[in-house]
């Protein structure tokens, strides 16, 4: 006789008590007491997702996969997870140091060779093949529907989050819809990736329920928020399917309006949302989930990633370039946006115009990783940490722009953008034409989401990298060297991807 044992690993014990399965991690150890299914295999999918425990915890291990847990070479562990994004104007990097793979993009110089890209390709295809997994074997599980709804819409949506992230940095890249497809399949067309993101979506959102039980999975209006930017980006470069600037006004709407059904608002300091006590708080709608006590840990929001070296220690990996700093609005949001004054081990404070890079550096990502009486001597690699991919705020400006690019500029537009702006210290907008009132809500989103990888994505489907990248100042460290058109908008696929499958080959 023998009985599945479930290898588990540790995950944020308040999602679901720590438990964490890698789909394939399955042995078998002897006993005595089990009876067996006479025709079944113990490795059978139909005898294993029987019971919902095995499939809560391949729903489990998707999320895992996606983090990256403790790992340097995959997921959003790192700040290597934002490599592809450098060529925005709210990442750069120091010249020298072990940097050259974030200086690669950020000089619009990139490479197939560069290995940091791997971290963002291998977490969101892990990610992808237990949502897979999640989606198919369901049908085995024997428990209460509703049960079963929530982990499938669960799965659902961080298959479509994970294809978001892909075919944003790559483009056109392999399509897995099952663990079954051959491991040589080719590459899919951008419109096919979005054909699929949207259908996930749509089931998402009839799975999932209003609210969450446990913390950090994703709920209804996650899954409505994130498919309001999904049709906004589709609406831009390089798909240009205009008439999903509509789609996008009206999902976002149905999230604002819904707000008080879904626990949705904003903060009302812009400053809080960075407190470790607020991790999780009513404007994150989606959130990864980490915790250092059972290996989960998130090294890129830490202190020492964005922490300058010479001053405080830090890892130097991405801090703001000038024009950026310059250019960002004075007030509440930017005061606790940026660190523009450092404590050396001396306990000298060094203003960032006389610091080694000259350059202001992230203050959101340091509380919960650094003592601030003393940087240098107690920043950690790691800490306890939701990381916020999705947040209240966003979906006002998606509404903001989406709205304004298909019907024009409203009332409703105005309040949106405006409320984010409130909270940021700065005056209400009124009286723009649509060009530049869209202009501004671009220029909005990427001061309140600076330094957490989206400009990039922004930039891109606006095609406004160009504009953006000739304003560079004369004093950055990295030079731009390449070509800022859309030919260097994506990624390379990995070149160690490539070599296992040339199907892959642009």
Request: net charge negative; charged share 20%; proline share 3%.
């Amino acid at each position: 006789m023998r009985i599945i044992k479930i290898i588990f690993m540790g995950v944020k014990s308040k999602v679901f008590l720590g438990f964490y399965l890698s789909f394939l991690m399955i042995t078998f150890v002897g006993c005595t007491d089990l009876v067996e299914h006479p025709n079944g295999k113990p490795n059978d999918p139909k005898l294993i997702y029987e019971d919902i425990s095995n499939l809560r915890a391949t729903t489990i291990a998707m999320y895992a996969g996606l983090r990256g847990d403790a790992s340097w070479s995959e997921g959003f562990a790192t700040s290597s997870y934002m490599t592809t994004m450098y060529g925005a104007d709210d990442l750069t990097t120091q010249i020298g140091g072990n940097k050259g793979n974030f200086r690669e993009f950020d000089a619009f110089n990139s490479s197939s060779n560069n290995g940091a890209i791997l971290n963002l390709w291998k977490g969101c295809y892990k990610g992808i093949i237990n949502a897979n997994a999640v989606i198919e074997y369901s049908a085995f599980t024997i428990a209460d529907q509703a049960s079963i709804d929530n982990l499938v819409g669960q799965a659902y949506f961080v298959r479509a989050l994970s294809y978001f992230y892909l075919v944003r940095s790559w483009g056109e890249i392999p399509l897995f819809t099952d663990n079954s497809k051959s491991v040589d399949i080719g590459l899919s067309s951008v419109a096919e990736v979005y054909d699929l993101l949207i259908q996930d979506l749509k089931q998402a959102e009839v799975l999932l329920p209003n609210r969450q039980v446990e913390i950090g999975l994703p709920s209804k209006g996650a899954a409505k928020s994130l498919l309001a930017e999904v049709y906004l980006t589709q609406a831009g470069w390089p798909l240009k399917i205009t008439s999903s600037y509509a789609m996008a006004a009206e999902k976002a709407k149905e999230v604002i309006h819904n707000k008080l059904i879904y626990g949705y608002n904003l903060l009302p300091n812009f400053k809080d949302l960075w407190l470790r006590v607020n991790d999780n708080s009513e404007e994150s709608i989606f959130a990864l989930q980490y915790d250092n006590r059972d290996g989960a840990q998130a090294f890129h929001i830490s202190g020492k990633a964005s922490m300058p070296e010479e001053e405080e220690n830090g890892w130097d990996d991405f801090f703001t370039e000038l024009t950026f700093f310059d250019e960002f609005p004075a007030g509440a949001r930017k005061d606790a946006t940026f660190r523009t004054e450092f404590l050396n081990s001396d306990n000298q404070i060094i203003h960032y115009t006389n610091s080694k890079t000259k350059h202001p550096y992230y203050a959101k990502f340091r509380d919960g990783a650094v003592d601030e009486s003393d940087p240098s001597g107690t920043a950690t690699f790691f800490n306890n940490a939701a990381y916020m991919l999705i947040r209240y705020s966003e979906v006002l400006l998606i509404y903001a722009e989406a709205q304004a690019r298909s019907k024009g500029v409203d009332q409703s537009a105005y309040d949106a953008i405006n409320q984010v702006r409130q909270r940021a210290g700065l005056s209400d907008l009124s009286g723009l034409n649509t060009d530049d009132f869209i202009n501004a809500v671009i220029d909005e989103k990427g001061w309140e989401l600076a330094g957490e990888g989206q400009r990039w994505y922004d930039l891109i489907r606006t095609e406004k990298v160009a504009e953006v990248s000739a304003k560079r100042s004369n004093q950055e460290q990295v030079v731009i060297i390449g070509a800022t058109t859309t030919e260097n908008y994506y990624a390379p696929i990995p070149e160690s991807e490539v070599l296992k499958n040339p199907n892959l080959k642009k």
